[in-house]
Each structure stands twice: as structure tokens, then as C-alpha cells.
């Protein structure tokens, strides 16, 4: 790995980079042991937790003193450096069967009403994964469960600090929005949901965000007709019918609540950079995944371009 790249990407050599494992499970084989004992929470958490040990006995005693991690995607391997850790921080794969444990572990645990246990495990979940955002997504849901909203609305305000895929991003702001609808933030919920359907040029939420702003606009316009809407309701127009917000005043009242908006300046700034050196480097499939994560929010077909050549010059393209 070039000088450049070591302490950015936390590894000594471009193999280091894979975030491919040999595990002898996979993580369909631990939806599956899930699905199969959906009905039996108990069962389940004893399988689950019988697969956790035998991934355990695979992991190599070699690898012990490097840092676990687990990485959905290539571009996430790429944003280690705003994680925990420093310069000197290196680490072993951890498969992606262990993750899934986790997450169905914690589920279960929910079932089970032992919400202390489930958050165990989505706080190890996050420790070994700590460039994505499904812990935390996991987390917020979980409080949100248990009826502790603001626990949720603050798990979600970290996930967005790191979140930089498009369909997450979007996801955590539509998560957002149902938090503050529930608390009975309305405006501010129509905000959450018009940022999510916003994100990029199009998400697996788009359409599910805008639907739930424009419900909220319309209890919005019920509420008006009976005289029971606050005259301050940044969404009355001179028909008094609401509308959707502005992107900079949904933008301004979110960050005005304290949520930041994702994806943030800095985790582009890495993505980027990392990407950018990586191609330098004679590396284009390590940077691809970064490349075409940027290119869903830009609106120029450069970067599209860029992804394909990056592709072809590895003489992979698609």
C-alpha cells in the first residue's frame, strides 16, 4: 500500500482491503436458522447462539490483536479513519455471519421483552462494525420499541454522522420523521421526511417519504379547517392549504434540532479522497464502490463515466 494510503485506509497492503471471508456460514444461513424458528424466540436465540460459537472457533488466533471488522461494502472499508482507533489501528475480517448473529440475536431478544440484552448485542454489533450504519438503525428501533423515543431520535443522530449510503441515509430520515410524528413534532417530522425523499436523485425511499409528508399535510390542512393548527405552522400559504417545505428550511430546522445532515462533509471528504488515491495507486476495484456511491449524488454523469472506466481499466466492467 502506498505511504499515502496506510494510515488512511489503516493497512500496510492492498489485500488488506478485502472485506471477504471463508466463514463455513453464511449470513443467508443465519436469516435462515431465524426464519425457521421465527415462531419460537428461545429456540432461536440458542441456535443463534450455537452458530456464533462455531464462527468464534474459526476466527485465526493469529489475527487476535488487530481490531474486528466487518464491512457490507467496499466503499465502507474505505471511511475506517472516521471510526475509533488512530494511524496505527489495523484490522482482521470479521465475517459477515457474526454480524447477522448479532442483529437476529438482538431481535429475538426483543421478542423476549429483554431490551438490556438486545442492546448488548447491537453495541457489539456496532464495536465490530463501525463503519455502518445497521447498528445503530437497529438500536434506534429497538428504543423506539420500548417507547423511548428520544433515546431513538439521539441513535439515529449518530447513525447519520457516519451514513453515506444512499437508501441508509434516506432510510435513517424516514426512521427520523416517524420518531418526531410520534413524539408530536409534526413540522418537524414533515421536514425529516421531505430531506429523505430528497437524498440523491432517487432512493427505495423516495416515494415512501413523500407519502408520509404528504399525510402529515394533509392532517396539517384537517387540523387548519378546524381551527386547531398553530398559526406559526411554517407550512400556511396564503390559501391556508399546507405544502411541502423548502429543502433549505427543512435543512435549517433540522439542524436547528440538532440532526445532522447526511451524508456529512467529512465522511465525503474521505470517501473521496480515498477513492481519488486508490486510483492513483493502480488500485480502480478498491475504489470503485466509493466512486459509484459518490456518482448517486452527484448530478453529473462524470463520475457514472469514471465507474466504468475504473471497471474496464481492471478489465472487469460489467
Known amino acids: 500500500m502506498p505511504d499515502s494510503l496506510k494510515s488512511l485506509l489503516r493497512a500496510d497492503r492492498v489485500c488488506d482491503l478485502d472485506i471477504a471471508d471463508q466463514a463455513s456460514l453464511s449470513i443467508r444461513d443465519i436469516h435462515q436458522i431465524a426464519q425457521e ?28 490483536i488487530r481490531q474486528p471488522l466487518y464491512c457490507e461494502r467496499e466503499a465502507l472499508r474505505l471511511l475506517v479513519s472516521e ?43 456496532q464495536r465490530i462494525s463501525p463503519t455502518s450504519v445497521q447498528g445503530g438503525i437497529a438500536e434506534a428501533m429497538a428504543y423506539s420499541t420500548a417507547g423511548d423515543t428520544a433515546r431513538a431520535v439521539d441513535a439515529i443522530r449518530q447513525a447519520l454522522k457516519l451514513a453515506v449510503v444512499p437508501d441508509e441515509v434516506a432510510f435513517l430520515y424516514c426512521l427520523l420523521g416517524q420518531m418526531f410524528a410520534m413524539a408530536g413534532e409534526t413540522d418537524t417530522a414533515i421536514d425529516a421526511y421531505y430531506v429523505a425523499s430528497t437524498v440523491a436523485a432517487q432512493t427505495a425511499y423516495t416515494g415512501v417519504a413523500r407519502q408520509a409528508m404528504e399525510a402529515l399535510l394533509a392532517q396539517i390542512g384537517s387540523a387548519d379547517e378546524d381551527g386547531e393548527r398553530d398559526e406559526r405552522s411554517f407550512t400556511a400559504t396564503v390559501d391556508a392549504r399546507p405544502t411541502a417545505p423548502s429543502r433549505g428550511h427543512a435543512l435549517g430546522s433540522l439542524q436547528a434540532a440538532g440532526i445532522p445532515i447526511s451524508p456529512t462533509q467529512p465522511v465525503i471528504q474521505t470517501l473521496t479522497r480515498a477513492a481519488m488515491l486508490l486510483a492513483d495507486a493502480g488500485v480502480p476495484l478498491a475504489a470503485y464502490d466509493g466512486v459509484e456511491i459518490l456518482a448517486e449524488y452527484s448530478a453529473e ?16 466492467a460489467r
Open 83 to 125: 471510526a475509533a482507533g488512530d494511524a496505527a489501528t489495523r484490522y482482521r475480517t470479521v465475517p459477515g455471519a457474526i454480524a447477522a448473529v448479532r442483529s437476529e440475536l438482538a431481535r429475538f431478544d426483543m421478542k423476549l421483552g429483554q431490551l438490556d440484552d438486545a442492546l448488548r448485542e447491537l453495541q457489539e454489533l
Open 37 to 64: 424458528n421465527a415462531d419460537s424466540p428461545v429456540t432461536a436465540v440458542v441456535e443463534l447462539g450455537g452458530a456464533l460459537t462455531t464462527l468464534k472457533q474459526e476466527l485465526s488466533v493469529s489475527t487476535s
Open 301 to 316: 454523469p462524470t463520475l457514472l463515466w469514471m465507474c466504468r472506466a475504473l471497471q474496464e481499466g481492471a478489465g472487469c
